[in-house]
Nanobody, 127 residues
Framework: QMQLVESGGGLVQAGGSLRLSCAAS????????MGWFRQAPGKEREFVAS????????WYADSVNGRFTISRDNAKNMVYLQMNGLKPEDTAVYYC????????????????????WGQGTQVTVSS
């Protein structure tokens, strides 16, 4: 099992930026694809972005493509989500997660393909 701890959430005005971080421990971080998901009140958890174990490929939800960037630093066991041009509809709890696949060119987009999850960090975007 991998322990994941997110940080970097907060309150920001529309158009602003935040950088989320996820610290991983407990398994060989560099062996696994990672993803970011979010859940808004009253809604199901949805895919935001994913990244392969070596930094490629990367995938984004249509709603964030061009505004968000996922990256990772395997030497530091960290995965990041840079969020620019934030909108009120981006308000949600953001979670990072580990996919158990060791396929070097696979970065899943379905939550059911992820095993380990962090506790989440709240992002609130005011209009």
């Amino acid at each position: 099992q991998m322990q994941l701890v997110e940080s970097g959430g907060g309150l920001v005005q529309a158009g602003g930026s935040l950088r989320l971080s996820c610290a991983a421990s407990g398994r060989t971080f560099s062996s696994y694809a990672m993803g970011w998901f979010r859940q808004a009140p009253g809604k199901e958890r949805e895919f935001v972005a994913s990244i392969g174990r070596d930094g490629v490929p990367t995938w984004y939800a249509d709603s964030v493509n061009g505004r968000f960037t996922i990256s990772r630093d395997n030497a530091k066991n960290m995965v990041y989500l840079q969020m620019n041009g934030l909108k009120p509809e981006d308000t949600a709890v953001y979670y990072c997660a580990r996919a158990p696949t060791r396929n070097p060119i696979y970065a899943p987009r379905l939550s059911g393909e992820y095993d380990d999850w962090g506790q989440g960090t709240q992002v609130t975007v005011s209009s």
